[in-house]
């Protein structure tokens, strides 16, 4: 029997992944792996979460935003012990310099890459919160696995850049079906929220990836969520009018709970008193919520099914969606990790059941049924702060298995998405990123864009001389014809401007005149670590065809034209295509 050797292991590893990288087929294959463990993952942290409400609080699964009342209000004070846990591995994390990477900024940023314990801290930070019964869901902490596990195995196989964003995408996405049972809502999920394309190349291995994780969870018994649909309707062109002002609404809604939640955390940065123990004060602070509502409750799926089935009074619904909203809000600007996925599914049913009552105060005879409402609500507030309105279509649309809803509810999703953008231009997620200073707006990739340098593309055979010489001198040593721009230096050997040669001939200008005098863009310079962007807003900005790229301490050390900049920038852009959709 052959000894297999560690060169010979190597070799084997090699080989498979020029496979992978090669072949279709293997791909495929490497995402349904990736699916399953997506699956399994999130079914995983599942029952972690919910084991910690059943300890906490004594409820099933999924039922804690349902219990009539907190019979026993000793059991709230599991927030600000969550709230204390979460303070607990903050201090074990004192020593990390950078937040955790999640799979949208992975995706756009670095190329779908995620260090795997960046993974496990929002995994465990997210299972604390929810767990304590914190106003945050799981969803966030289920993608960020799915896509986080998928990474590893692209890092591992050494992936190209385009692959290894779908393969992210498709974790995520596959996390996200097996929560709701959706697979189709998965696959939309990575192709709308992560991957921030549909390409044909990346249907096959998506769709493979979220099925498997369906599978994971029928697998385990885990059934999948449905909601029961109304009777037989008809809908008329009035319908889906009133459905589409239903989604402006909650485009509204959507807009005001995000700024909410900024509003919010802003205001919390400014209590340096409170420090880390922020957890524990937000815990605090959720207790009296609770007291008046358990809806507000971690994430609301038992809540939403209690109010579809008992419809309760229009006051009611108002209280309940407002203490939602400030309950959201105090949960993560206090420091409670988690998403607001299905939070913002369960404030959507709440706008579209009370948007119903209105409607049906004044229009008695407008019949609209306030379940309908309620799902059309669902997915349009979701569309708003989540993004994806495919997404959120597909997700109705597994859950309720109504495709006679399906209609309204694209219009409503498609009003909310497009008022969204038009008026606000972020998703909840993107929107976060950019309140930290990043440019990302989508997961589409521009990590290529911060990677493309001034320092990269400069070239370094530009001719300078002394701006204190004369025109004269400046003529003799630069003859016409030789090159069309000069830099200036200062006796320190500092940028000093730029000088077209032919301006220095003019004939009227007196040979004595000093030639710094001719100087332009002297305010107008890059710098090697400049990007594509912003170095094409400084030529725009200067109206100049060529500018100087300095060091630290004003020394030129090269130049970057425009021209050149923008054929850099272009085929950067058609290089990324051909990768997304599959082309060589």
């Known amino acids: 029997m052959r000894r297999i050797t560690a060169p010979a292991i190597k070799l084997l590893l090699i080989r498979q992944r020029k496979r992978l990288r090669e072949s279709e087929m293997a791909f495929i294959l ?110 966030a902490a289920y993608a960020q696995m799915g896509g986080g596990v998928a990474s590893v195995l692209g890092q591992w196989f050494k992936l190209r850049r385009a692959d290894m964003r779908t393969l992210v995408g498709a974790g995520a996405g596959a996390a996200v079906g097996a929560a709701f049972g959706a697979p189709l809502a998965g696959a939309f999920y990575a192709f709308e929220i992560v991957i921030g394309a549909y390409t044909p190349a990346a249907i096959a291995p998506v769709l493979s990836a979220t099925l498997a994780a369906a599978f994971v969870s029928r697998a385990l018994g885990v059934q999948p969520y449905l909601i029961a649909p109304a009777a037989e309707r008809l809908l008329t062109t009035e319908d889906y009018i009133v459905y589409a002002v239903l989604g402006l609404i909650c485009a509204l809604v959507g807009i005001a709970l995000m700024r909410l939640v900024t509003f919010a955390e802003r205001q919390v940065q400014q209590l340096t008193w409170i420090g880390r123990w922020k957890p524990v004060v937000g815990g605090i602070l959720l207790i009296p919520l609770a007291l008046v509502s358990p809806q507000t409750l971690s994430a609301g799926h038992g809540a939403m099914h209690l109010n579809l089935a008992l419809q309760p009074p229009l006051q009611v619904l108002a209280v309940v969606l407002v203490m939602k909203m400030v309950a959201s809000a105090v949960s993560i600007s206090f420091g409670f990790r988690g998403g607001l996925f299905f939070a913002s599914l369960f404030l959507g049913s709440l706008v579209g059941l009370i948007f119903a009552s209105i409607v049906g105060l004044l229009f008695p005879d407008a019949g609209l049924n306030s379940n309908d409402a309620a799902l059309v609500g669902m997915a349009a507030l979701a569309v708003s702060v989540v993004g994806g309105p495919m997404t959120l279509a597909m997700l109705i649309l597994e859950t309720t298995q109504d495709f006679g809803l399906m209609g309204v509810v694209l219009t409503a999703s498609l009003v909310s998405s497009a008022f969204t953008r038009e008026t606000f231009g972020y998703s909840f997620s993107t929107w976060r990123l950019h309140v930290r200073g990043s440019i990302v707006r989508s997961p589409r990739d521009i990590g290529w864009m911060l990677s493309l340098t001034a320092g990269r593309i400069m070239r370094t055979d530009w001719t300078s001389i002394p701006a204190t010489l004369t025109v004269g001198q400046f003529r003799t040593r630069v003859p016409l014809g030789s090159t069309s721009k000069v830099i200036l230096t200062d006796a320190q050997d500092r940028y000093a401007g730029v000088v077209a040669t032919a301006t220095a001939y003019n004939h009227e200008l007196a040979p004595d005149a000093t030639v710094a005098t001719l100087a332009t863009f002297v305010d107008h310079t890059l710098t090697p670590v400049t990007n594509i962007q912003a170095m094409l807003k400084a030529f725009d900005l200067a109206a100049a065809d060529e500018l100087a790229v300095l060091d630290g301490v004003g020394h030129v050390v090269g130049v970057v034209t425009e021209r050149h900049a923008r054929r850099r920038y272009f085929e950067e852009i058609e290089a990324s295509q051909r990768q997304l959709f599959g082309e060589t």
């Not at 910690?52 to 209000?73: D, M, T, W």
């Not at 012990?81 to 990477?101: I, M």
């Not at 890459?113 to 799981?138: E, H, K």
């Open 30 to 139: 490497l995402a349904l792996v990736a699916g399953l463990a997506a699956g399994w993952l999130t079914n995983v942290q599942g029952f972690l979460a919910h084991g910690l409400q059943r300890l906490f609080y004594g409820v099933a699964v999924n039922r804690l935003s349902a219990v009539g009342e907190i019979h026993h209000p000793w059991r709230l004070l599991a927030l600000p012990a969550g709230g204390l846990a979460l303070v607990s591995l903050n201090y074990l994390l004192r020593a990390r310099r950078r937040a955790p990477v999640d799979v949208v900024e992975a995706n756009a940023l670095h190329s779908g890459r995620i260090p795997f314990i960046d993974n496990v801290i929002i995994s465990a930070q997210t299972i604390l919160s929810n767990g304590s019964g914190a106003s945050v869901g799981l969803e």
